[in-house]
């Protein structure tokens, strides 16, 4: 169980982020074509896990935008966006924003990805949703890098995130 903040009030979430070194949960999410985008879609490409609570939010379709931008300059990496938002919504975000460089996947159908990596937010205002986080895995699924985001309005450390393909 980790605390992070939403304005400052404190939330908690289910567990904790997977530790650097360790072998990242397996994950099965739904795309915006609903067709599941499964961990092992990525063998052998480096993978940033770009996590938030909802595209409806100014920090949570930044972190989209942002992760656009540096996708398209990364070379065998792959920049997956996670949220509960309908995989509908992702893709009117990404059509709407003129996204392209990243994978928009929805954990609607389950709670498995919330709760394998320790994000799911457990009470407060955004109960259910995601906090906001950035687990990077190297192309046999290691965690790299991890940031759970102590201010879920707050943008994740993008620099660290990049910085740890490197």
Do not use: W
Request: proline share 5%.
């Amino acid at each position: 169980m980790s605390k992070v903040t939403l304005k400052g009030n404190p939330v908690t979430t289910i567990g904790d982020l997977p530790l650097i070194g360790s072998k990242a949960p397996d994950f099965s999410l739904v795309g915006t074509n609903l067709a599941d985008v499964k961990n092992t879609d990525f063998g052998g490409k480096r993978v940033i896990l770009n996590i938030f609570p909802s595209l409806d939010t100014a920090t949570c379709a930044a972190s989209v935008r942002r992760f656009n931008v540096e996708a398209s300059k990364l070379q065998d990496a792959t920049v997956v966006c996670v949220s509960k938002d309908l995989p509908f919504a992702h893709g009117r975000f990404c059509t709407a924003e003129g996204i392209e460089n990243v994978i928009s996947a929805s954990e609607f159908r389950s709670n498995a990805f919330g709760k394998n990596y320790g994000v799911m937010i457990t009470d407060g205002p955004l109960q259910g949703l995601m906090a906001r986080a950035v687990v990077v895995l190297d192309k046999e699924g290691t965690v790299l890098y991890s940031q759970l985001v102590p201010e879920i309005t707050e943008e994740p450390d993008y620099e660290s995130a990049l910085n740890s393909l490197k």
